[in-house]
């Protein structure tokens, strides 16, 4: 069965740091794209970063440009979010997903499948 | 950047009505299009990508279509497990981007 699933979610306070682990099994994990999306409570998705197969490149959203570095271990299946100088308004349940492709007719689109069940950050004094 | 403007953001239905989301893209993005289910406490499911291809083991009363940069999601006949949160998504090679979402109640 292909799953993820996420841990290392916690209560932090703001300018704390925290690390995000994604653990990967029943596929070719150095194989995709992966990436971390947060949901802030009441809110919609937010993409928070992607990293490609061998971590050679790597993308944020500008709001955690600086503070927030996504990595991989192929070795171990896991996906990583390394948060520091956090903030309030980081507090948000943390999904990593795997990025899926395709091309047909010369056009490619992506998409995320599976997602994890979501790790809970909440960033409070 | 891409934005994805989706409409409405809320929507009360009853079983069996015929329900209809769209999104609308701020230039063209071609099928790159993808549509999710989340419900409260799980993880975001995927319904749709390619802009119209169907996933594995999702019902056939969902369906997607493209007319230039807007997309339309269908749910034909909602079913009570049909009550969720539906987004649009963009992937390019670097950026992501979700629509705002579609949170659809019981009338």
């Known amino acids: 069965e292909v799953q993820l699933v996420e841990s290392g979610g916690d209560l932090v306070q703001p300018g704390g740091s925290l690390r995000l682990s994604c653990a990967a099994s029943?596929?070719?994990?150095?194989?995709?794209?992966m990436s971390w999306v947060r949901q802030v409570s009441g809110k919609g998705l937010e993409w928070v970063a992607n990293?490609?197969?061998?971590?050679?490149?790597?993308y944020y959203v500008d709001s955690v440009k600086g503070r927030f570095t996504i990595s991989r271990d192929n070795a171990k299946n896991s996906l990583y979010l390394q948060m520091n100088s956090l903030r309030v308004e980081d507090t948000a349940v943390y999904y990593c997903?795997?990025?899926?492709?395709?091309?047909?007719?010369?056009?490619?689109?992506?998409?995320?499948?599976?997602w994890g069940q979501g790790s809970l950050v909440t960033v409070s004094s | 950047d891409i934005q994805l403007t989706q409409s409405p953001s809320f929507l009360s239905a009853s079983v069996g009505d015929r329900v209809t989301v769209t999104c609308r893209a701020s230039?063209?993005?071609?099928?790159?299009l993808a549509w999710y289910q989340h419900k409260p406490g799980k993880a975001p499911e995927v319904l749709i990508y390619?802009?119209?291809i169907l996933q594995s083991g999702v019902p056939s009363r969902f369906s997607g279509i493209r007319s230039g940069t807007q997309f339309t999601l269908t749910i034909s006949g909602l079913q009570p497990e049909d009550f969720a949160t539906y987004y649009c998504q963009h992937v390019n090679s670097y950026l992501v981007t979700f629509g705002g979402g579609t949170k659809v109640d019981i009338k």
């Open positions: 230039q063209g993005i071609s099928t790159s």
């Open positions: 029943g596929f070719n994990f150095s194989s995709y794209w």
């Open positions: 990293i490609h197969q061998d971590g050679s490149e790597k």
């Open positions: 390619g802009a119209s």
């Open positions: 997903a795997r990025r899926l492709g395709n091309c047909s007719g010369g056009y490619c689109y992506n998409w995320f499948d599976p």
